[in-house]
């Protein structure tokens, strides 16, 4: 294995120790001003959604009260977990593919 890659995983091994931390998801701290991030957004389910601002919201008072979840809550987040890069594949696909039309 190469030197980039041994160093990417660790790297990528710190982000998910810390975003589970605080019981958020990799996807959830993506920029929303992405064209691409905000219509995956708007076609994602109602319950996904809910469920991304409620890990936001959680994020964000324990990231006010210098505070961090419980290790058994935290061993059971994951980090890693996909749920917008499929939409965002497809619409940045739909939006290149526009972009030649023009």
């Known amino acids: 294995m190469s030197l980039l890659k041994t160093v990417a995983k660790m790297y990528q091994k710190t982000v998910h120790k810390s975003l589970a931390q605080y019981g958020l998801r990799y996807e959830d701290i993506l920029i929303a001003e992405n064209p691409d991030l905000s219509r995956a957004l708007d076609y994602l389910p109602k319950e996904e959604v809910n469920a ?25 987040q994951e980090p890693g977990k996909v749920y917008l890069e499929p939409l965002m594949e497809e619409f940045k696909k739909i939006r290149e593919e526009k972009e030649l039309l023009k």
Not at 65 to 71: A, G, R
């Open 52 to 76: 991304r601002q409620r890990r936001i919201r959680r994020a964000v008072d324990l990231s006010f009260k210098h505070e961090y979840l419980p290790k058994e809550i935290e061993s059971v």
